[in-house]
């Protein structure tokens, strides 16, 4: 499975340092398995996660495997970030060439930027860094700057998925929302118009009173998710003259139970959650229960944000 930068390593998940021989490995499984069973009190998502974390490492195969290769973001672009209109698939095919949804600006740019501004500084003054993206380096830096990649990959990858939509829709990547932040991206088509904020928290959420909260040790989120993306929405429909009709936070698909999940609403605007592979189909058959009427007004606003739209 990709691994996010937030998540724990397979040695961290079952308790051992990475250097450990084989043997204290598998005495190191055999307790955790004990610790998280179901049937002794532990936890099934726990558990789970001990026998996911064995698959990895268990085999001195896997286990130098795990030691060697980067880790991959879901969608299959390396940390290296090489353009998509480069890419090819793993066998050396070109992609998939039917016309794409017509987009700007440079999706998770910001983010990389400012990770590796931040991973340089805690690096310390004069170190070098033959490569910022070396996964051991990622995985002993702090939360902060692991966040900051984790962001960063999640929003390229909504990029691929909201590529996928087609000629009839346009989207706007990492968006300028005056003192209020960025909005990462913003989808116009038939639909509506969205606007959606990439994330990956390293762990699974859940929604409660009206809001994206954790719902495992060690996920952190920042701030109200949901209703401050719908904040920056509001302020920037209302200079642009437009209005959203939602504000979507895309999830990767293991940290959220449901396919789609209604938040609420904030000041007219629908808040949902979406796990990243289902975001091409929502939006393409649009949200229940949101007025989908655009109709010739689509190109007067799509004219708007071409003309009012900046990058951050």
């Given at each position: 499975m990709p691994e996010s930068p937030l998540s724990a390593s397979p040695y961290e998940?079952?308790?051992v340092d990475p250097r450990v021989d084989d043997d204290e490995l598998k005495r190191a499984y055999r307790r955790r398995l004990r610790e998280t069973h179901p049937d002794t009190g532990g936890s099934a998502t726990e558990f789970r996660r001990v026998q996911e974390a064995w698959d990895r490492v268990g085999t001195p195969e896997a286990r130098a495997s795990f030691d060697r290769l980067r880790p991959v973001p879901a969608g299959g672009a390396p940390y290296s970030g090489e353009p998509e209109?480069?890419?090819?698939?793993?066998?050396?095919?070109?992609?998939?060439?039917?016309?794409?949804?017509?987009?700007?600006?440079h999706p998770g740019g910001w983010r990389r930027e400012r990770y590796l501004e931040m991973i340089r500084e805690w690096s310390g003054r004069g170190t070098t860094l033959d490569d910022p993206y070396e996964p051991a380096l990622v995985r002993s830096a702090p939360w902060e700057i692991r966040h900051a990649l984790a962001d960063a990959l999640a929003e390229e990858a909504t990029a691929r998925a909201t590529a996928e939509l087609?000629?009839?829709?346009?989207?706007?990547?990492?968006v300028l929302a005056h003192d209020l932040g960025k909005i990462d991206h913003i989808v116009l088509g038939p639909t509506g118009l969205f606007a959606l904020q990439s994330e990956d928290y390293g762990g699974p959420v859940a929604i409660k009173r009206g809001e994206l909260v954790a719902a495992a040790p060690g996920v952190h989120l920042d701030g109200r998710p949901a209703h401050d993306l719908a904040g920056r929405a509001?302020?920037?429909?209302?200079e642009l003259g437009v209005k959203f009709a939602g504000a979507i936070v895309v999830l990767p698909d293991a940290d959220l139970d449901a396919a789609t999940a209604e938040i609420g609403s904030h000041k007219g605007v629908a808040l949902l959650a979406v796990q990243r592979s289902v975001l091409a189909h929502l939006l393409r058959g649009g949200?229940?229960?949101?007025?989908?009427?655009?109709?010739s007004d689509?190109?007067?606003v799509r004219t708007r944000l071409q003309q009012g739209v900046k990058f951050i």
């Open positions: 998940v079952l308790g209109a480069t890419m090819r698939t793993a066998g050396g095919m070109p992609r998939d060439t039917r016309p794409k949804a017509r987009s700007y600006g087609g000629i009839g829709y346009t989207v706007w990547h990492d509001r302020r920037l429909g209302r949200v229940p229960d949101l007025p989908r009427a655009l109709g689509l190109f007067e």
